[in-house]
């Protein structure tokens, strides 16, 4: 298995409070990225980062922030949560090969992070 | 960004057939990727396709057909360990100029004796 691991891996908070998810890789690999999966809904790109400091917006990207300070880490956070952040968020890793065509992405185990 | 469909759920028999359609528009498209998500965990990896035509590992396959916009997973003698969800994802395009996968909705699939 590829060394991905996400902390926390289960947290509760309440409306209005920042919160900081943490992605962690031993892979070494260059491009990172955060999901979130909801019902109905299915994986939906937050954000997603080609190296350190260099990072974009994905699909559902109002609301959150993200940062990469090194290759392994790739930290999302929610500088005000609310309600609707309530969600699993998934981390991902990936490389692509010389022609730009991308290997799998490898997903952490997930973090549940409700919002009261 | 890609539009990805295939259908919610599905019921199959153990030690049959099942396949699961995925259809995306072609604008933008690179490749399309299948994962396996049991209840609870994370998406694993199941194949990759770019060329058109079937792809075989083991018990799956996956086939791409990119002048219909179509593929789909094909689970052959079924086990009851198959019950998870199967997401179609994407790969092209997002139209801001990078790349990136769109998954679909995924298909729930239960294995019933």
């Known amino acids: 298995d590829a060394g991905i691991t996400q902390s926390p891996r289960h947290k509760v908070t309440e409306t209005g409070t920042p919160v900081t998810l943490r992605c962690h890789q031993t892979e070494n690999h260059r491009y990172m990225y955060w999901y979130r999966q909801d019902p109905g809904h299915g994986l939906r790109l937050i954000h997603y980062s080609y190296g350190v400091k260099d990072t974009d917006k994905g699909e559902v990207s109002d609301g959150y922030s993200v940062s990469r300070s090194k290759t392994e880490d790739f930290l999302l956070t929610l500088e005000s949560a609310t309600s609707s952040q309530t969600s699993v968020y998934f981390c991902a890793i990936s490389e692509l090969d010389r022609d730009g065509i991308p290997y799998e992405q490898y997903f952490g185990p997930g973090t549940r992070l409700t919002v009261t | 960004g890609q539009n990805i469909d295939q259908p919610t759920e599905m019921t199959a028999t153990e030690g049959a057939i099942v396949q699961i359609n995925c259809t995306y528009q072609t604008s933008g498209f690179n490749g399309l990727f299948w994962y396996q998500q049991h209840a609870g965990e994370a998406p694993t990896f199941l194949s990759y396709?770019?060329?058109?035509g079937l792809e075989e590992k083991g018990r799956f396959s996956s086939f791409l057909s990119r002048s219909k916009g179509y593929s789909y997973l094909l689970l052959k003698e079924l086990q009851m360990k198959d019950s998870a969800s199967y997401l179609c994802?994407?790969?092209?395009?997002?139209?801001?100029?990078?790349?990136?996968?769109?998954f679909g909705k995924g298909t729930k699939l239960s294995v019933i004796p």
């Open positions: 396709n770019v060329l058109d």
């Open positions: 994802a994407g790969y092209g395009d997002s139209g801001a100029g990078s790349y990136q996968l769109t």
